[in-house]
């Protein structure tokens, strides 16, 4: 991992030429041994007022885990795990037929009728790789990498409307103001870059997800745990960018002049939050370099841009899972794409042409790049969508309802049992009925895989030990390699 | 790879160790109930006077002296005056002192001096301002509905009654009473309705596909948090799925508590701000006066009007009313009423066609002379309807009928009509702005005979205009030939054509129709009835039980119909043209039991909080481990409102006296203001706690007065310099050995720039405002449909951060970055922050740049003064003190360079000064525009100190 170790060295090293730390330690009379204490307090009930020492320092989770990041590709919308992952023959046998009663017995439905037909699959599977992983004809390049999937066709979650079950797979919880899964994982494990964001979230689809900025929000842990947006162009993040008129070299002088002022306080009042303050300006004066830096994919080969599909300068979804592996490389533990796009009441067939044409080159591609830089062991990628949709046909003949009792997704490297496919639906993909996992389930195994026990891995927050998983959730050891 | 973080890491393992402790062990640690001291009452405890100092300035010096001397510590001296001064300024009212005001207060040698700006600070209007910020916080306000479609939501007017509530210092008792259940009261007044927006600032579900009933409980869910952090101070929602694990609240409990609040209309009401109450009470007055002079001019108006309604009591036809189902599978919900009306719900497709089928058509129906369409109010629907749009209005493009002789029969008879009337239809108009489809094509609405026109673009619209709009409206639409129904079998299709709504159906944009009835009749000479249904209602009353509003109601009809009086009729049409538009707002609306739609609920546990699982009945009650309900109460609203408020309470007091405490001095008295239960932390001053809120009640609620207790205490007033080793004993200031010294609030680092740059519109109230921000946020795929953002231009871009228009999810930015909770649930304590994107904000960001050249304007607007004195006066603006030598050197440095770069070409002056590629348009006198950019960038500077952010 050459690229990732020079970031990595590149990061300590700025920090140790942070004159504002070593002045703030020297000088100011305010010892380690305090900042280390307010690091403590952060994850006590104090952690909502102050923040002295940097939250996100990066740490060693409990236990030793096989992964330390995450990519998650959050396909918004919901994709028919039918058309892509989960081959139902009897589904195609049975097209046109209403399905047998006792299924649909206490089945709450988004918008279709009772009385709708079976509806059959619209794309040819065939069996790819060494694994032989079924799969269907509309995600070729993801057949390409079969042997390194780990597909879950016996997915299950509690909600059918999108804005709560995205809020659900993103939080564990269908009520909003829970911390999102990346949000759990930089609060366990920091950050490992000094001039990113710890949790980098990118939106590339036809609409924003229905849940907004909360699925990517910090809830009750400390905001500096909330997922950052990320956009392509010329300013990636924010108010990155100085104000007209301002140039390089006049931003670092009025930065030494805040900085001189601030330090010139601080020996005054002696509250260590100004030093806080001061590396907030050094850490955002950097990001103005690494950001830009970070998304000037020119600088990638032009057999990376190929494989991924990607344009620099363009907005799309394959330049976010490019920008997805810079990002990594660079330390920053938690990348989120949000491709809404999916929500396939009709036009299916042709919908999902579309959409995977836009992701599948590049979700495999992200998984190749990863394995060839090492990066893929210890790397979660998650690719999958909030709910599946219905065996059961809506709007005329192509389109499928939400559906919450069985789907399918993928995750891969990590520590992930490559080549499988995990779980059955039935004959229908209409109910998981073979290992069954549940979205607490999922959360349970990818904070495993990040070393926690996702029971231990709590936050107290009105009197109670929050945890993302809620009080559910098993690992599942038949994922594991 | 050593550095000097590298022992922080080291000790991280324990850290962490802490952090994730594990659940079960929480339980070990329970305590008994009963002892816990939230759960007793506060009782006044004795001052610790015995140990006087010259220190003590009031009984809360005591208190935290007592602490002081028991851990062998000192107070701090009182800070210096600008700095008090500074902190007064921005804890009270969120503004920093001017100029003007710094030197008043430090020309003030009186003894009263400070006492004076106290006084002044709590009459300004801003103080509300302040303060309604934080309760909006626990009230989990936002100007949007949240989830996916996010829609905009009219609730300002219950934002500025929370500001004119506390500017008014309506005490605290009142304050909760009149939120929870202001419509309640005797005699409630329009202000006291709004209050009841409270509850109603709960996120709604309309995406389409939902079950609205779902989403009704997720809203009353979030509603019982709501009480149980804002008011309560416990946690209580954990008893939605279980019985509470720690706190004596068992899940019964839990429904019974919410069963008061389960039985209301998810209201909505059309208030009048102040300027325009007094314009209503005006017109009114005037049509009252022109009413009774009417009658005063007919003597024998009275026999002249019973022969009139002697007239037209029986004029009506027969009507049955259908019962149809909706058919199709997209779209709306609809709610079935016992009356045979429809209400649409939830999701409001803004172009589309509604599908109804009627079967089981009764046989009195024979031949169909006429159908009827009524478009009923409900206090569920916008302004209480009858329509669905923002004002409660609705346009009917087309009304279609069809004929199958049987459910199976695809062949379908077209029914054609021949005629319409409706007893309101608006003057032809074209659709208003926000209905726009985007086809370019003329619309319109108008007519009732539009619907039956078989055009796209007309429509039957029902906009009588404000103060008249929200009314129950009919048409008659007569076939051609009367529909013999021929068979049992026989089903009509009728279709409702909405197609008058804008292009976006994820936005406010729907003109569809609300509550509806269908009905039929064998005449085939109906017309739509011009007497509402409620004046027919009171033709039912005896004449000589009817109350002088019901007179008055009948005498209104009726005199549209007399010729002579015409001129008058005229005179008050006209009165109703100047009536103001108001602004619609959410309320709540007891349902009272009688007719549809009125029936009371019953509340059921839930097993494990699932709506779909209900369980047993339960009645309203109150949990027992708290004070009890007044023997004889009624389980209305008002009920619970009063109990939470009962001097009784253990909590309520001091809950609201501990969020104040926390506001001045960054924690509370019980660091968790949201939990008073038995998983809180040992409050730091137990006594000063209880004397606080004692004080409070005993001083009838008043909120003012406890804000002059704190900030005149010597132990806020002290300084909040800080050394290591006291810094070392008590980081987070819990023993109070020093002021408070942290970060303001988001909205207050905003206003700070724009109050120090002079740029600070400071008008209160009204709409929401929207500052620039970046359009990309608004609009796919960052949003998830596109949202209106109409950035502002003029004075309304530099108000208050209060009022910045909150979408629920696309927070505004600026305001995010600074920890502003987003509204989407209840929020008594921020989350206080210190990062890099904050930095990058207070940088770069538009406003705070205008800022930075306003305050360079501002600077360089003093006649022959030097850069020393500019700076001076600039740094003064920002923090409220003069620089001290060394830090004008470092400004100075910095104005010199940025002239240097200026001079040398690497920077455009024009650009630097202006933000644009032009030079600027409004030099002060005798300055040049190279002057103006350095200074933009000193000033800059100046904005993105620690200190400049923080109250000190």
């Known amino acids: 991992m050459p690229n990732r170790i020079s970031h990595l060295e590149h990061a300590r090293e700025a920090l140790r030429q942070n004159i504002t730390r070593r002045w703030f330690f020297k000088e100011c009379g305010v010892g380690l041994g305090t900042i280390a204490l307010h690091s403590l307090l952060q994850n006590s009930v104090t952690a909502a007022t102050s923040s002295v020492a940097n939250p996100l320092e990066p740490r060693p989770a409990p236990f030793s885990g096989k992964a330390k990041r995450v990519i998650y590709l959050f396909m918004a919308g919901a994709p028919s795990h039918l058309e892509l992952f989960d081959y139902k023959p009897q589904l195609a046998k049975f097209n046109g037929t209403v399905p047998p009663a006792e299924l649909l017995k206490g089945y709450r439905a988004a918008f279709i009728n009772p009385n709708a037909t079976l509806l059959g699959p619209k794309f040819k599977f065939a069996r790819h790789g060494q694994s032989g992983l079924e799969l269907s004809e509309v995600i070729p390049h993801l057949a390409g990498v079969a042997d390194d999937l780990t597909v879950i066709r016996s997915m299950a979650t509690d909600a059918f409307n999108h804005a709560p079950a995205q809020i659900f797979m993103n939080t564990g919880s269908q009520q909003f103001g829970r911390p999102s899964f990346g949000s759990w994982v930089t609060y366990g494990l920091g950050s490992e870059s000094m001039d990113l964001p710890a949790y980098v979230v990118f939106s590339t689809g036809g609409k924003g997800p229905s849940g907004g900025a909360s699925n990517w929000g910090s809830g009750f842990l400390p905001t500096v745990h909330n997922g950052v947006l990320f956009r392509n162009g010329p300013e990636p993040v924010l108010y990155l960018n100085n104000p007209a008129g301002m140039d390089a070299v006049l931003q670092r002088d009025t930065l030494d002049t805040v900085r001189s002022l601030n330090q010139r306080h601080l020996g005054i009042v002696g509250d260590p939050e100004i030093s806080t303050r001061i590396a907030s300006y050094e850490m955002a004066y950097r990001m103005q370099t690494s950001a830009p830096d970070l998304m000037d994919l020119s600088r990638e080969s032009r057999e990376t841009l190929e494989l991924y599909g990607a344009e620099p300068g363009k907005t799309s979804f394959a330049n976010a899972c490019l920008l997805a592996r810079r990002l990594v490389e660079r330390g920053t533990r938690f990348v989120q794409i949000f491709h809404e796009s999916w929500d396939h009441h009709g036009g299916l067939t042709g919908g999902l042409k579309a959409e995977c044409g836009k992701t599948d080159r590049a979700s495999a591609a992200l998984i190749k790049d990863l394995k060839q830089r090492g990066l893929l062991d210890d790397t979660i990628v998650i690719w999958g969508g909030e709910f599946g949709r219905t065996p059961m046909v809506q709007g005329g003949d192509d389109g499928r309802d939400h559906h919450p009792n069985a789907f399918s997704m993928w995750v891969a490297g990590g520590g992930f049992k490559p080549g499988i496919a995990f779980g059955e639906s039935d004959d229908f993909g209409f109910n998981a009925v073979k290992d069954r996992v549940h979205v607490h389930d999922l959360h349970a195994t990818l904070l495993h895989q990040l070393g926690f026990n996702h029971e231990k891995l709590t936050y107290r927050f009105q009197g109670r030990d929050f945890r993302l998983t809620d009080v559910f959730g098993e690992v599942v050891p038949g994922l594991l390699a | 790879m050593k550095s000097s973080f590298r022992p922080i890491s080291l000790l991280l393992p324990t850290v962490l160790a802490v952090g994730f402790a594990i659940v079960g062990a929480r339980a070990e640690v329970r305590k008994d109930a009963t002892n816990h001291w939230a759960f007793h009452p506060p009782v006044r405890p004795v001052v610790p006077t015995h140990s006087s100092s010259s220190w003590d300035r009031n009984g809360i010096d005591y208190f935290v002296r007592a602490k002081l001397e028991k851990e062998v510590l000192t107070p701090s001296t009182e800070a210096d005056r600008s700095t008090l001064l500074r902190r007064l300024y921005l804890d009270l009212i969120g503004l920093p002192p001017t100029p003007a005001e710094i030197d008043a207060y430090l020309n003030d040698a009186s003894p009263g001096a400070y006492e004076a700006v106290v006084d002044h600070l709590l009459d300004s209007p801003h103080f509300g301002e302040r303060w309604g910020r934080l309760w909006l916080d626990a009230a989990r306000y936002a100007d949007s509905d949240g989830f996916e479609k996010d829609k905009p939501r009219f609730v300002w007017a219950y934002r500025d009654w929370v500001v004119n509530a506390l500017n008014r210092d309506l005490p605290y008792d009142q304050f909760v009473i009149e939120q929870l259940a202001g419509d309640l009261l005797p005699d409630a007044t329009e202000q006291q309705r709004v209050a009841t927006g409270f509850l109603r600032n709960s996120m709604l579900n309309e995406e389409g596909g939902v079950d609205p009933e779902q989403f009704r409980m997720e809203s009353m869910f979030d509603r019982m948090d709501c009480l149980g952090k804002s008011v309560l101070g416990l946690t209580i929602q ?38 325009e109450q007094m314009k209503v009470a005006n017109l009114r007055r005037q049509m009252q006066d022109l009413e009774e002079d009417l009658r005063h001019r007919t003597p024998d108006w009275r026999t002249r009007m019973n022969a009139w309604e002697d007239s037209v009591r029986t004029n009506q036809p027969e009507w049955v009313v259908l019962h149809a189902e909706h058919e199709g599978e997209n779209g709306e919900r609809f709610y079935q009423y016992s009356d045979g009306s429809i209400r649409a719900s939830s999701y409001a497709p803004t172009l589309w066609t509604a599908h109804f089928v009627v079967t089981n058509l009764p046989a009195s129906v024979g031949a169909i002379g006429a159908f009827r369409l009524e478009q009923l109010t409900d206090p569920n629907l916008p302004c209480n309807g009858p329509g669905r749009s923002v004002k409660g209005m609705s346009a009917l493009t087309e009304f279609r009928v069809e004929l199958r002789a049987s459910p199976e029969d695809k062949e379908a008879q077209k029914v054609k009509f021949a005629s319409a009337t409706a007893d309101f239809s608006n003057p032809e108009k074209e659709l208003e702005p926000e209905f726009d489809d985007r086809s370019g094509k003329k619309r319109t609405y108008g007519p009732v005979a539009f619907a039956i026109d078989g055009k796209e673009e007309t429509a039957w619209g029902i906009d009588a205009g404000p103060g008249r709009r929200n009314q129950p409206r009919k048409a008659v639409f007569i076939p051609e030939h009367p529909l013999e129904l021929g068979k049992p079998t026989a089903v009509l299709h009728v279709y409702l054509e909405q197609s008058h709504g804008g292009w976006n159906s994820d936005d406010n944009q729907n003109h569809n129709l609300g509550r509806f009835r269908l009905s039929v009749t064998q005449a085939t000479n109906a017309v739509a009835d011009p007497i509402p249904a409620s004046v027919r209602e009171i033709f039912n009353i005896a004449r000589e039980e009817r109350s002088p509003a019901q007179v008055a109601a009948v005498f209104r009809q009726w005199r549209t119909t007399v010729p002579e009086f015409a001129s008058v009729n005229a005179e008050i049409e006209n009165l109703w043209r100047d009536w103001p538009e108001g602004t619609p707002t959410s309320t709540l609306i007891s349902r009272h039991g009688m007719g549809p739609g009125e029936e009371l609920r019953e509340t059921r546990l839930l097993k494990r909080g699932d709506w779909l699982k209900p369980a047993d ?336």
């Open chain 2, 617 to 952: 009945v339960v009645q309203p009650g109150v949990p027992a481990a708290l004070h009890s309900l007044p023997a004889g109460s009624d389980s209305s609203r008002l009920t619970l409102a009063r109990w939470l408020v009962d001097k009784r309470s253990p909590t309520t007091a001091r809950v609201c006296v501990n969020r104040l405490w926390q506001a001045y001095f960054g924690t509370g008295l019980v660091e968790t203001a949201e939990d008073f239960g038995l998983q809180s932390p040992e409050p730091s001053h137990p006594e000063l706690l209880d004397w606080l809120a004692c004080e409070l009640m005993d001083n009838h609620w008043q909120l003012k007065r406890l804000h002059r207790l704190v900030v005149t205490s010597a132990t806020y007033r002290q300084s909040s310099k800080v050394t290591p080793e006291l810094y070392e004993r008590d980081k987070y200031n819990r023993l109070l050995a020093r002021g408070p010294r942290f970060r303001v609030d988001a909205e207050v680092v905003r206003d700070i720039a724009l109050s120090a740059s002079g740029l600070l519109n400071p008008v209160l109230g009204g709409r929401g405002v929207y500052p620039p921000a970046p359009e990309f946020l608004f609009q796919p795929p960052t949003s998830y449909g596109p949202k209106t953002w109409k950035e502002e231009v003029g004075a309304e871009r530099y108000r208050r951060s209060l009022y910045v228009f909150k979408f629920r999810s696309v927070p505004y930015p600026v305001l995010a970055n600074f920890d502003a909770p987003n509204g989407d649930f209840s929020c008594v304590r921020r989350n206080r922050s210190n990062t890099p994107l904050q930095a990058l904000t207070s940088l770069n960001e538009g406003v705070f740049n205008e800022c930075a050249r306003a305050l360079a304007g501002m600077a360089l607007s003093q006649p022959a003064a030097s850069d020393e004195e500019r700076i001076s006066s600039a740094f003064r603006r920002v923090l409220g003190r003069w620089p001290t030598p060394e830090e004008r050197v470092d400004l100075l440095t910095l104005l010199t360079r940025a002239h240097q770069r200026i001079a040398d070409g690497w920077i455009s002056a024009g650009e630097l000064a202006t933000g644009k590629s032009e030079l600027p348009r409004h030099l002060p006198p005798g300055t040049t525009p190279a002057q103006l950019a350095a200074y933009t960038a000193v000033s800059r500077a100046l904005l993105n100190l620690d200190e400049t952010i923080t109250k000190e």
């Open chain 2, 238 to 275: 954990c008893a939605q799925c279980h019985n509470h694990k720690f706190d004596p609240i068992t899940q019964e409990e839990y429904y019974r508590l919410f069963a008061f609040l389960n039985n209301d209309h998810e209201g909505s009401m059309v208030a009048y701000p102040p300027n």
